[in-house]
């Protein structure tokens, strides 16, 4: 008997380094998108900074990773509710453990106001590139909407004002914001210039010990 083909890679042992990322802004038109490559054992607070890097977001607002039932986010006792019931904390799991409970897709929600979801992908694990920088941009499709929009709906309002010379929140918009948005317009060369910043962030190297000194704190003698 035949099996229905898997709908996407496998998970179970992980064997490659880095996953291939489709992440994907719901519910807006143009359409926003971005592929992006990071490694495995990338913990979930850094996958967030390469979210809001890659897609255009300026890190202003609390978020949250949902795969299944299971949510990881900034904790309760961080925020200081002490409710208790919060999600786990982004600190202290990895994209390799939230691959389990996701199977292939996940939620990553910014701005609890504005409710921005982004449904996640896994496309495809594969291993590390020889002196390939990590996270790396693969491709970008559209503009990020500007923050504190309004949410997907706000954002369509935006649009059509914007387009719109003769709306009568055109003047307005471009005082908020200035003139000339694109939703187009990824901003490619801007994305990978954050993501070099993050790559240079996350795995800046340690510095070296000191040399040993003489009691005295003196350098030793030749």
């Not at 291939?20 to 990338?42: F, G, N, S, Y």
């Not at 809001?52 to 039932?69: D, P, R, T, V």
């Not at 200081?80 to 904390?89: S, V």
Request: proline letters at 10%.
């Amino acid at each position: 008997m035949r099996t229905a083909p898997s709908s996407g890679p496998e998970i179970p042992g992980l064997l490659a380094n880095v996953a291939r990322l489709k992440i994907t802004l719901d519910r807006v038109k143009p359409q926003v998108l971005r592929r992006v490559e990071v490694p495995l054992d990338l913990r979930l607070d850094r996958l967030h900074l390469v979210i809001q890097a890659a897609m255009g977001w300026g890190n202003c607002h609390l978020y949250e990773f949902q795969a299944g039932s299971a949510r990881w986010g900034i904790p309760d006792d961080e925020l200081g509710w002490g409710l208790g019931d919060g999600p786990r904390n982004t600190k202290k799991a990895t994209l390799a453990e939230l691959l389990g409970p996701a199977r292939g897709k996940f939620k990553y929600w910014y701005d609890f106001g504005d409710d921005w979801f982004h449904t996640v992908t896994l496309e495809k694990l594969i291993p590390v590139e020889p002196n390939v920088i990590y996270p790396r941009l693969i491709a970008a499709k559209g503009h990020c909407p500007p923050e504190d929009v309004g949410g997907p709906w706000g954002y369509a309002d935006y649009l059509e004002a914007m387009a719109d010379p003769t709306h009568d929140r055109h003047e307005e918009l471009i005082d908020w914001r200035g003139p000339g948005f694109d939703p187009n317009d990824a901003d490619e060369m801007g994305i990978r210039k954050r993501l070099d910043r993050l790559a240079a962030r996350f795995y800046k190297p340690k510095p070296r010990p000191a040399r040993p000194r003489g009691k005295t704190g003196a350098a030793p003698d030749r």
